[in-house]
């Protein structure tokens, strides 16, 4: 079983759409989760960064890191046509030397 | 957040040859910089760590003769590619860590497109 698991996708939906993208772990030392937008060609942008379970909202992003069922989401309200973009899940445990994990991203596409 | 410059974006060399890959940290000093390779439709494959003043340490199966990696001061690290071949061909991204923000926050280049014919 890998590390991060998270559904390659591709997403397709409609503009103004709910977007939820999901990753689930293994991993129980992992307490620091984030969310990555790459877009093609580029490297990955921080969209949204907790720590242990809880939610947190910036704007039309919510994540929620559910740590009993080892669960983490990204939702994304009122989708537009820019936020079409392959978004990565990240992990990582605490401590000075703790990696990075990623989920392999789901590309979502967002319809005008 | 913190700025990541990452030279040259894309660069297209003959086989044998080597490749110098620049990252930066702009506003911050990077103590731990990253390098990843992306296979397309992939996630991020670490491939080492460097941190500023000593030697990098790399993931299994990574060749460091092949790809060193020197973290000279606290704002910029270097990849190079060494004797390239068309099997390194693939798309690098630097990141760092930035001491005043949290550690597990990295902060990301643009990325680096190696063509090698």
């Known amino acids: 079983q890998k590390e991060v698991e998270q559904d390659p996708g591709p997403l397709s939906v409609p503009e103004g759409a709910i977007v939820s993208l999901n990753c689930t772990y293994s991993?129980?030392?992992?307490?620091?989760f984030m969310w990555y937008r790459q877009y093609s060609r580029k490297g990955p942008e921080l969209l949204m960064y907790?720590?242990?379970?809880g939610n947190k909202e910036d704007g039309r992003f919510t994540a929620q890191v559910d740590k009993s069922s080892k669960y983490i989401s990204l939702f994304i309200r009122d989708s537009q046509p820019s936020d079409s973009a392959t978004y990565l899940c990240?992990?990582?445990?605490?401590?000075?030397?703790?990696?990075?994990?990623f989920g392999k991203g789901i590309t979502l596409s967002v319809r005008p | 957040g913190a700025v990541v410059s990452q030279h040259p974006s894309r660069v297209i060399c003959k086989s044998g040859t080597s490749v110098k890959i620049e990252c930066r940290s702009l506003?911050?000093?990077?103590?731990?910089m990253f390098w990843y390779r992306q296979f397309p439709k992939q996630s991020l494959m670490l491939m080492a760590t460097?941190?500023?003043?000593?030697?990098?340490?790399?993931e299994q199966g990574v060749e460091k003769d092949k790809f060193l990696i020197n973290h000279a001061s606290l704002t910029l690290s270097t990849l190079t590619v060494t004797s390239a071949h068309p099997e390194d061909s693939s798309f690098y991204i630097c990141?760092?860590?930035?001491?005043?923000?949290?550690?597990?926050?990295?902060?990301f280049g643009s990325g680096t497109q190696l063509s090698v014919l």
């Open positions: 907790t720590y242990s379970s």
């Open positions: 991993n129980s030392a992992f307490q620091y």
């Open positions: 506003d911050f000093q990077a103590t731990t």
């Open positions: 460097s941190n500023e003043g000593s030697k990098a340490t790399y």
């Open positions: 990240a992990m990582s445990a605490t401590g000075a030397n703790s990696k990075l994990t």
């Open positions: 990141s760092a860590r930035a001491g005043i923000y949290s550690r597990q926050k990295l902060f």
